[in-house]
């Protein structure tokens, strides 16, 4: 299991590299680290915790989407996901909650929103990790 801090520094690495692959074209290497750092998620209901979930939630939900041929984008155009990455990434490495609210309107269980059951799913397996 990691730590706090070491799950941050691994999804700021991996939003940032994944946004990276997005913009060049190669969608199919999104997400390629995600099951590894889920399975060691610091199971831990912290406060510096939250933004770590919603940044997972997020990630999860761009694989979904790129899974289903940005179909399930929704609100998120495709050029916005590396962008929204990018900001995620950026709030993550400052160590603050994230910003961006459609970010936190469609992956931030906390917020109280009605989010879908893969969303909330995760958020229960990450709790409990």
Known sequence: MLTIAETREQLVENLRRDATMHEAGRHDEIGRRFD???HAFPSTDAPAAAALRVAMIFWDGWIDARNHGWQLGGTIPLADWPV???????DLAAERSIADERVCARFDVAAGRRLGERALALDVRLRAA
Do not use: H, I, N, Y
Request: hydrophobic share 60%; proline share 0%.
């Open 36 to 38: 590894s750092l889920e």
């Open 84 to 90: 929204l990455a990018r900001a995620v990434a950026e």
